[in-house]
């Protein structure tokens, strides 16, 4: 035991130590990563919630866009759980950077398909006002959405290539 740092043998140590308590990162949520992923849970929610809440059924176009604001919002709640409860890092052979920015650029594509299905399938002439509001404004939603998965993609792409950090630290671990 001593070549482990100190950390390392907190979690591996007692059966009353830490290692079974994940810590709450609140780097993560004053980043821009997690506080556009906090966002997207937002307004993907606010988007799936005011097309269940017409009758959507009846337009075959509305399922898709149920389908991809649905998907989204639950993938991204469990990321931002991960994230938060820095559940990554004990599966650190996964390449998180990697999997969050395919992750983030497949949602801006079918968000701005969505989007696009949304906005076009509103019609003013709904026989329910109720109806024509709440897909208007799930249009909107869906179209915000579609920015902030699209900065979540940049960001999670200089993340992966590591811009802004000094490669030769980043690399190096405690060995003492």
Same mark, same amino acid.
């Given at each position: 035991?001593?070549?482990?740092?100190?950390?390392?043998?907190?979690?591996?140590?007692?059966?009353?130590?830490?290692?079974?308590?994940?810590?709450?990162?609140?780097?993560?949520?004053?980043?821009?990563?997690?506080?556009?992923?906090?966002?997207?849970?937002?307004?993907?929610?606010?988007?799936?919630?005011?097309?269940?809440?017409?009758? =959507?059924?009846?337009?075959?176009?509305?399922?898709?866009?149920?389908?991809?604001?649905?998907?989204?919002w639950i993938v991204t709640v469990l990321f931002f759980v991960t994230y938060l409860l820095q559940l990554q890092l004990r599966f650190y052979m996964i390449p998180w950077p990697l999997v969050l920015?395919?992750?983030?650029?497949?949602?801006?594509?079918?968000?701005?398909?969505?989007?696009?299905?949304?906005?076009?399938?509103?019609?003013?002439?709904?026989?329910?006002?109720?109806? =024509?509001?709440?897909?208007?404004?799930?249009?909107?939603?869906?179209?915000?959405?579609?920015?902030? =998965?699209?900065?979540?993609?940049?960001?999670?792409?200089?993340?992966?290539?590591?811009?802004?950090?000094?490669?030769?630290?980043?690399?190096?671990?405690?060995?003492?």
């Open positions: 035991m001593a070549g482990l740092s100190g950390a390392a043998r907190t979690r591996s140590g007692s059966p009353g130590s830490s290692a079974a308590l994940p810590a709450l990162d609140g780097a993560f949520l004053r980043s821009p990563l997690g506080g556009l992923m906090g966002a997207q849970a937002v307004l993907g929610l606010l988007v799936w919630a005011l097309i269940a809440d017409t009758t =959507y059924h009846l337009h075959a176009a509305y399922g898709w866009v149920m389908f991809v604001s649905i998907f989204f920015m395919i992750f983030n650029a497949v949602a801006t594509v079918l968000y701005i398909t969505a989007f696009v299905t949304c906005a076009a399938a509103v019609q003013p002439t709904s026989w329910r006002q109720w109806d =024509y509001n709440r897909r208007a404004a799930a249009s909107f939603f869906a179209g915000l959405t579609m920015i902030a =998965y699209g900065a979540s993609t940049f960001f999670s792409f200089r993340a992966w290539k590591g811009f802004g950090s000094n490669a030769a630290t980043s690399q190096v671990t405690d060995h003492t």
